[in-house]
C-alpha cells in the first residue's frame, strides 16, 4: 500500500470510530431501497427512446421525471429508508453541459438528493478547475479511492458511510477506471495518477466490512472489471456500476455479489429492494424503471431545465444545414465498424489539410446527426469536445501499429478508442489490420504520410501512445465542430453513405 493510503485508511478509521452508529444486532431485519442511475451525460431533458419500453411518448429520461420518480418513491413508505447513487459520468453530451460547463447539473443533483456519487472519467473533459468547482458545488460527496492527485489532491473521499434511521449502516468505496487518463484529453490529466482499482478495493473492504452492515463498490469501472473485481475482491455485497452504459433489466450475479447498472442518460432508474439481517443480503426485488411521460415531474427542476434552454434556445436553434440521410454515430456501429459520420468528417478533415490520412477516435462522436433539418444544437452534442484538428508526419511501420491497435480492441466492449479512418482502406481479421491500402495503394512500411487528427489522438489519447510527439505535429487552429458546421452551411444537402473502407471478416 502507499503512503498516502495508508494514512488515509488511519484518518477515516478515527472519524468513523468516532462519528458511525453501531452495527446491526443480532436478529435485527434491516430493510433497505437503494436507487441508482449512471452515466447521466448532461442530459437535462427527455431523449429519444432507443429501445422497446413502453413509453406513449416515444421519449424517455430527463431530470425532472428523474427526480420525480425518486421523490414519488420515497414517499411510498415514509420509514422505509432510501438511498440514492449516482455511478458517474455527469459530464459531456449535451448543449446545455457544453455551455454551462455541469455546474446546473451538479446542482440540480443536489436537489433532487443524491446521497453519494463516483467520479465519471468524463468528470475531467472541461479541465481540472472545473471540476473542482463541481465538488465545490455538490452538495454530496463524489468518491474515488484508486486517484492519486499532485501536487494539490482533489477533495474525493475514498469511502462514505450512510446510515438512515431503521436501516442498515452502507460502506461505499468509489472506483473509477483505470482508464480515466487516457480516455479525456491529457491536458486535463496532469499530475494524476491512476491506482488498481482491485489493489485498492483489497485494502478498504475489510475495513468497510468491520464497520458497516452492507458494503457497497460504487463503480465506474464497467461490467467486465465489476465482474473481475467480485470475483478478485471478497467481502463485496453489491456493485452499484457505470461507465459502458449497460442497462440491466435484473442484477448481474457475480461470486454472489449482485452487479447493477441502470443504461445511461436518466433514461431508467434502477430500485433494488433488500433486508440486512444476521450479516445476509435478502434481496427482495429489482426493478430497471423506465423514466418516461408516466413519472411525475418535479416542477422546481421543471423550471430550472426549461430556463437553461431558453437561454439557449436563440442561438442553438438555428438550422445551419440539411441531411439528406441519417449520419450514425451510434455505438453499435461508430465503436465497431464503418459509420458514414465517421467517413464523411474523416474526407472533411482530409480534404481541408490536403492529408493522405485522416484518423479520429470513435468517442469523438457522441451523437448521430439525423435526416431532415440540422441545428447548432445538434453539432454541438455531436461534437461537445471542442477538439482541434492536427497534422503531423507518420512513418509507415508507425502507421500499420496505430492501425492494429484499433483493429485489436474487442467490438464487444463498444470500444471509444477504434479508429475511423480516411484514405484508408483495410480489413480487419483476426484482432489485425490487414490488406492495408493508402490513397489506393499497399501502405509501405518505409514511407512517410501526411497525418491529420484531433489533438485527443495527437496527445497519446485512448493510449495511442504511437501518436504522441510525431514528426511536424503542429495544431491547426480548427475545430472538428466548425469543420463541420462550415460544411453543413454550404448549399445543398450532405448525403454521405459508405464505401467499404472498413471491413470486418
Known sequence: MTRPFIIALAVATLLVAALAPPLALAGEALPLTLLHFNDFHGQLDPVENPDDSPTTSGHLGGIARLAGLVQSIRAEEPTRPVVLLFGGDLLQGTVTSTVFLG??????????????????????????????????????PILAANLEVSPLPFPTPATQILHRPNGPRIGLLGLVTEELTTTTHPRNTSGIAMQSAAEIAAGWVPWLRARSDLVVVLSHLGLAADRQLAR??????????????????????????AILQAGARGRYLGRLDLVVQDGQIDIQGYQAIPVDDRAP???SIAARVADLNARLAEELEVVVGYNARMLDASRAVIRRSESNLGDWVGDLARAQT??????????????????????LRDLHQAFPFGNEL???????????????RSAALDPQDD???????????????????????????????????RLVMSDFLAAGGDGYAELKDLPSATATGRLVLDLVTDAFRQPGRVDAGIDGRLLRR
Not at 114 to 137: I, P, S, W
Open 390 to 404: 492536427v497534422t503531423a508526419t507518420i512513418r509507415g511501420a508507425r502507421l500499420q501499429q496505430v492501425l492494429n
Open 297 to 299: 415531474e418535479d416542477a
Open 232 to 257: 478478485t475482491v471478497p467481502g463485496i455485497d453489491l456493485i452499484v456500476g457505470g461507465h459502458n452504459h449497460r442497462l440491466l433489466k435484473q442484477p448481474a450475479i457475480e461470486q454472489g455479489v
Open 354 to 375: 490536403g492529408a493522405d490520412v485522416a484518423l479520429f477516435n470513435a468517442g469523438t462522436f457522441r451523437a448521430s446527426l439525423s435526416a431532415g433539418e440540422v441545428r
Open 415 to 449: 470500444p471509444g478508442g477504434f479508429l475511423q479512418v480516411s484514405g484508408v482502406r483495410l480489413v480487419i481479421e483476426d484482432g489485425t489490420a490487414q490488406e492495408i491500402q493508402i490513397g489506393g495503394k499497399p501502405l509501405d512500411r518505409d514511407a512517410d504520410y
Open 103 to 140: 455546474l446546473p447539473d451538479i446542482e440540480l443533483l443536489t436537489e433532487m438528493g443524491v446521497d453519494a456519487a463516483v467520479m465519471g472519467n468524463h468528470e475531467l473533459d472541461y479541465g481540472q478547475d472545473v471540476f473542482r468547482k463541481l465538488l465545490d458545488t455538490a452538495g454530496f
